[in-house]
């Protein structure tokens, strides 16, 4: 049996956090966004953590949005990131304790909070199923997981552009945006990893430029440029960056010149498993009938309710 797919350097993808973690707030608008997003959810959930994970959060975005949107749910938050500098400064925004951990190889004892979220960490992550069941196994008896995967028309404009600019100008393509995950893989993986009653639903995110280089420029300021190990390791040629940015434009500016930039985001959400929870009954024992609920009579197998015809 195969191992786990090894398809990002994530040494380059720490390297790539370090050096944007100085001017990361002037970058952050995506995974700002995300982390509002969860800290709603985590707002709908009738009940109150004591002690949660920010996994991989960069600088800690969602203790702030958690703090805004969910006060009160959560008693105390422990910060981690891959990046030093960026759990750094989470700690210094929010005063919550830090760890320095790669996503891959969690560092935490079992059962150890009752929360974990991760906001946008995981398209990143080679082995996801594993890094999930390091993950439930972090979180106590019926404690919840919430995660924001990206999916697969992520960033679906820029892949267009690149893919047809290097055929023309160099006659093939290279590897430049990362595979993203399908919606139908989503609740499998959690099930995968041993998490119960999972739930996979769809978002998306589009925002707009007044030029592709732009958004090639923001990407690059979140620290999410190419970690492919497949990538090209020559420099890009001027002529096929500006090719992309002509055929970008060409393909999808809007009537008012701007080029949008779609993220499509799967929000995860899984339990650890406790005797607690609900469980579907065994078939054939239910007691309630659905031809009762539905006020309808009730026909045997291969018994029709109304005499055929024949309108030949």
């Not at 994970?53 to 702030?64: S, V």
């Not at 809007?254 to 499509?264: M, Q, S």
Request: hydrophobic content about 45%.
């Amino acid at each position: 049996m195969s191992g786990p797919a090894d398809i990002f350097d994530r040494t380059l993808l720490r390297r790539r956090r370090a050096r944007v973690a100085g001017n990361y707030p002037a970058h952050d608008f995506l995974f700002r966004e995300i982390a509002e997003r969860l800290a709603e959810r985590t707002a709908d959930v009738r009940r109150t953590f004591e002690r949660a994970l920010d996994w991989g959060g960069r600088d800690g975005a969602f203790a702030d949005a958690a703090e805004r949107i969910a006060p009160g749910k959560i008693a105390s938050i422990v910060h981690s990131d891959m990046s030093i500098d960026l759990a750094r400064d989470g700690r210094t925004r929010h005063g919550n304790p830090a760890v320095v951990a790669d996503e891959e190889a969690i560092p935490f004892t079992d059962d150890s909070f009752d929360l974990v979220v991760s906001a946008g960490a995981l398209h990143a992550v080679n082995d996801v199923p594993g890094a999930l069941a390091q993950i439930r196994r972090a979180l106590r008896p019926d404690g919840l997981f919430l995660a924001a995967l990206m999916g697969g028309a992520t960033l679906q404009e820029l892949r267009t552009a690149w893919l047809a600019a290097e055929a023309e100008i160099e006659g093939g393509a290279s590897p430049r945006v990362a595979p993203f995950a399908e919606l139908s893989d989503a609740a499998a993986l959690l099930q995968r990893a041993g998490f119960a009653l999972p739930v996979a639903d769809l978002d998306t995110i589009c925002v707009t430029y007044d030029h592709p280089l732009k958004l090639m420029h923001e990407l690059r300021g979140m620290g999410e440029t190419n970690i492919r190990r497949d990538r090209r390791r020559t420099p890009t040629r001027r002529e096929t960056l500006f090719r992309a940015a002509e055929i970008y434009t060409e393909r999808f500016a809007g009537a008012d010149g701007r080029v949008p930039a779609t993220f499509e985001l799967f929000f995860l959400t899984g339990w650890s498993p406790d005797a607690s929870q609900p469980r579907p009954l065994r078939p054939g024992s239910a007691a309630t009938r659905l031809a009762d609920a539905l006020e309808t009579a009730e026909h045997t197998a291969g018994e029709a309710a109304h005499p055929a015809t024949d309108d030949r």
